[in-house]
Nanobody, 123 residues
Framework: VQLLESGGGSEQPGGSLRLSCAAS????????MAWFRQAPGKEREGVAAIDMDGTTNYADFVKGRFTVSKDKAKNTLYLEMNNLKPEDTAMYYC??????????????????WGQGTQVTVSS
């Protein structure tokens, strides 16, 4: 199983970035996938998730600004990030598990992780 993130970079406040996570090697046709982030000195926190039935969940601090989506044909997860703020600066990780449920934001639930992609928001 491999998760490979891309799309991170530097952006000014108010700008936009789109992260991608290409998944391969899963023994199942579909899995729950999520985005987490971790800033220096802080715990890893759930950003957004999309379950196998298409249900999406978001952390309150990104609602209305970020959109999570998945292209099943390409086995790729996306995170569209708009109106970026300096506090969005973090390493962003893609995660996957066979199911998410209501506790999608708990990192310990996820069995598979990518290496991360850095997002920096600064003027």
């Amino acid at each position: 199983v491999q998760l490979l993130e891309s799309g991170g970079g530097s952006e000014q406040p108010g700008g936009s970035l789109r992260l991608s996570c290409a998944a391969s090697g899963f023994p199942y046709s579909d899995v729950c996938m999520a985005w987490f982030r971790q800033a220096p000195g802080k715990e890893r926190e759930g950003v957004a998730a999309i379950d196998m039935d298409g249900t999406t969940n978001y952390a309150d601090f990104v609602k209305g600004r970020f959109t999570v989506s998945k292209d099943k044909a390409k086995n790729t997860l996306y995170l569209e990030m708009n109106n970026l703020k300096p506090e969005d600066t973090a390493m962003y990780y893609c995660a996957a598990n066979f199911w998410c449920g209501s506790m999608w934001y708990e990192a310990l639930r996820y069995s598979y992780w990518g290496q991360g992609t850095q997002v920096t928001v600064s003027s």
